[in-house]
């Protein structure tokens, strides 16, 4: 099967995160939630970065959140970018508690058309027979 | 000050040769020209150094390049927080007799390195971050500058970040070292183009090669050089996060933790500070820095750099060598406000001289806001 030149950073899976990106794959977004304190956290590993349990989850997020922060990308980073620019990075602040780095897809790349706390919800992109990525889009 | 706050002084500092522009350098020769200078500065030679403290390299590849076997090593490496963290290590290691000497080497050929240096793809920050754009600290820094700008008004902050960028160019252009030596305008910052919206290019750093070393020694050994010794009299480091997208709150960085205990162990507080260096990043960096500091509350440091107040002739001299905004910055830049504070303790800066500077803190931040090491000198 021909595989199609995708030029730019892909994620290089850990043991504690190749079920996130399965899921993904599947266009599921999954996060870990602590059954200690009950909190859901981002990114992914065997134990709650925030009191320390090792008894945690999986659950699967309804992929709503709202926008916590973002900027737009005028001067591509490497040149793989180089064709994307202008694009939105952005911070998400999952409704099960949880903080992720995005994109923003389906809206301007202009800040008055980009709000702080505006609702989104996920969606993916499939970057290769393997990886998808989560974004988000205007909700 | 109690004798514990003169536990050790610098004695030398110095920057590498040429900065700037130097292709004809590499990463290690600006670490050695700079120890070189350095010692030379503080009147001491190569075999008088028995503590070696840098980070970007692992020690052992720096000491062979430089010949020296040291029997204090540290290699901190926490980015550009990491030098002004160094000097508080120095201290700690010639109060406790583990070295009489130290010396911390910096150098990286940021503008002309002949092979880039990766991110580690293994880290996650890499991993959640990269394959979404975020590579680079304008993208990084930019995030953070939107939530502030959300949480505090976006036209006050962008005044705050002009007023940064145009009062740093103005001490730049008294620094015969500094790259960016023409003046600027509001109009010039406001117009420069988008590089990471809400970041136009001169809310950022320069990309230069460079390299600055410092030498910390016992209160004995610098009473005897000729130049005044500089005392470390607090000193303070903090880190809370790696990427920019687990920072628990993208408008408090660690200097909130770092700035009060520095001044706590100097037994000063924020108005007997006569001078200011802040890694300058970003404009962004420095406006949410003077609040963590504690200089003012959140949300109040536009009103605070407000009307060029740390421009020279200001009430409030900030960033005196024209930061890395204007003057210099190799990646790493946290070892240059450092040599500049220094410089100004000691009455060496000729046109930029600030007036009666005997108390300086200096804040270094390194990562995605990541880290910070605060430290206060003062002369005698
Ligand atoms: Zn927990
Ligand atoms: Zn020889």
């Not at chain 2, 880190?239 to 909130?256: E, F, N």
Request: aromatic share 8%; proline share 7%.
């Amino acid at each position: 099967m021909t595989t199609e030149a995708y030029r730019g950073p892909l994620p290089v899976k850990q043991p504690e995160s190749d079920f996130y990106w399965e899921k993904a794959h599947e266009h599921e977004l999954w996060l870990r939630r602590c059954n200690a304190c009950e909190h859901a956290y981002f990114y992914p590993r065997d134990f709650c970065p925030d009191c320390g349990a090792r008894d945690v989850s999986w659950i699967r997020a309804s992929g709503k959140g709202t926008l916590h922060t973002f900027a737009i990308v005028h001067r591509a980073p490497v040149p793989a970018f180089s064709d994307r620019v202008p694009f939105v990075v952005a911070m998400v602040d999952l409704e099960e508690g949880g903080r992720i780095p995005t994109n923003l897809v389906d809206v301007e790349p202009d800040p008055a058309q980009i709000h702080i706390g505006m609702a989104v919800e996920v969606a993916f992109l499939d970057l290769t027979d393997e990886i998808s990525l989560p974004v988000f889009r205007p909700a | 000050m109690t004798s514990t706050s003169k536990a050790a002084a610098i004695v030398g500092v110095a920057e590498s040769d040429e900065i700037g522009l130097v292709p004809h350098k590499s990463a290690l020769a600006h670490h050695a020209e700079a120890a070189h200078n350095a010692l030379e500065d503080a009147g001491l030679t190569r075999n008088d150094v028995d503590g070696l403290l840098t980070a970007g390299y692992v020690n052992y590849d720096l000491a062979d390049y430089l010949g020296l076997a040291p029997r204090y090593t540290d290699t901190t490496t926490v980015g550009g927080a990491s030098f002004v963290i160094h000097v508080g290590h120095a201290v700690n290691a010639i109060a406790n007799g583990l070295c009489e000497v130290a010396l911390i080497t910096h150098g990286q050929a940021g503008r002309s390195s002949r092979v880039p240096i990766p991110r580690d793809p293994n880290l996650p920050s890499a991993m959640y971050e990269m394959p979404y754009g975020m590579i680079g600290m304008p993208i990084n820094y930019s995030m953070a500058a939107t939530r502030y700008m959300h949480q505090y008004g976006e036209d006050r902050t962008r005044q705050a970040m002009a007023e940064i960028a145009v009062s740093t160019r103005k001490w730049a252009q008294l620094n015969p070292k500094a790259m960016m030596r023409d003046p600027m305008s509001f109009d010039d910052y406001h117009n420069s183009r988008w590089i990471a919206w809400p970041f136009h290019l001169l809310d950022c750093c320069l990309v230069t090669d460079a390299g600055a070393a410092i030498v910390v020694t016992t209160p004995e050994r610098a009473r005897s050089l000729p130049k005044p010794p500089v005392w470390v009299l607090g000193h303070a480091e903090h880190h809370d996060h790696a990427g920019i997208t687990t920072m628990p709150d993208l408008t408090s960085t660690p200097a909130r933790v770092t700035g009060p205990a520095a001044l706590g162990m100097a037994g000063v507080t924020h108005g007997d500070i006569d001078l200011t260096m802040i890694y300058d990043s970003f404009t962004y960096t420095v406006l949410v820095t003077l609040e963590s500091l504690g200089y003012c509350g959140p949300g109040e440091g536009p009103d605070f750099v407000a009307g060029q107040r740390t421009a020279p002739g200001g009430d409030f001299p900030l960033n005196t060598s024209g930061g890395g905004l204007s003057y210099t910055h190799p990646g790493m830049y946290g070892i240059f406000p450092v040599v500049e504070a220094v410089r100004q303790l000691r009455g060496e800066c000729g046109e930029r001289q600030a007036p009666d500077v005997s108390l300086a803190l200096v804040n270094g931040t390194g990562g995605a806001l990541s880290a910070t090491g605060t430290i206060v000198l003062g002369v005698d």
